[in-house]
């Protein structure tokens, strides 16, 4: 059984770019969450695509966007970067069955200068 | 107030101690509670996975479930070095959605 992969492992932007992170889901699982957890604090839920369409948002401005493509692997993009940007961001897939664990891949870090 | 609120800690404790690490919560709608270990700089791995009230032990680790008092708990019994990391607890009010995580208590378990 795959886990959840996600690339690149870090980068580094300045402000004002577009960054594109990506997240493969672990084998079997439909359902992927973008979190984004800044340095000492939990993770912040960003969204969750569920077969192809977003399924829910958390308090991000709509910089903050996302796909799902049809084999569940997703991306996160980013808009205009800004400084508080930077952190580490996390995918949790899950297989939307009922009991639902999101596994966590081992995140981006997103350097914004 | 945080809907959850997690002490950071950190907390040190000598190889054997039990440890407990807790978290509280305002929202009563939460009805699944997690808890996930975090090594330094690498995604948050699952510990332990609950849903309602109640006690589940895997191994060294049992976690409680209190919902009367908004109160979760993680009991770790003969901690390692290895269990030194971040534990974070986790919830939600509907089982796949969005998590909302505590800040995190950072552990560090010497030999």
């Known amino acids: 059984e795959t886990g959840v992969t996600q690339s690149p492992t870090h980068l580094i932007k300045t402000r004002g770019q577009q960054v594109t992170l990506r997240c493969s889901s672990q084998s079997g699982h439909n359902t992927v969450s973008w979190y984004q957890q800044a340095l000492g604090q939990g993770p912040q839920f960003i969204f969750q695509?569920?077969?192809?369409?977003?399924?829910g948002r958390g308090n991000f401005p709509p910089r903050f966007s996302g796909l799902q493509f049809p084999n569940y692997s997703s991306e996160l993009n980013v808009n205009a970067l800004e400084l508080d940007d930077s952190a580490l961001y996390l995918c949790a897939s899950s297989a939307m069955t009922g009991k639902d664990e999101q596994f966590f891949g081992p995140g981006t870090r997103l350097t914004v200068l | 107030q945080k809907e959850v609120e997690q002490d950071p800690g950190p907390l040190s404790v000598p190889e054997g101690a039990i440890v407990s690490l807790n978290c509280t919560y305002s929202?009563?709608?939460?009805?699944?509670f997690m808890w996930y270990r975090q090594y330094s700089r690498k995604g948050p791995e699952l510990l332990m996975y609950?849903?309602?009230?109640g006690n589940k032990e895997d191994g060294r680790f049992t976690a409680q479930v209190d919902k009367s008092s908004k109160y979760i708990s993680l009991f770790i019994r003969d901690s390692q070095p290895s269990d030194s990391a971040t534990y974070l607890c986790?919830?939600?009010?509907?089982?796949?959605?969005?998590?909302?995580f505590g800040k995190g208590t950072t552990l560090s378990v010497s030999s």
């Open positions: 986790a919830m939600t009010n509907q089982a796949g959605t969005a998590l909302i």
């Open positions: 929202n009563s709608a939460f009805q699944y």
């Open positions: 695509y569920y077969r192809e369409e977003e399924n």
């Open positions: 609950t849903y309602s009230s």
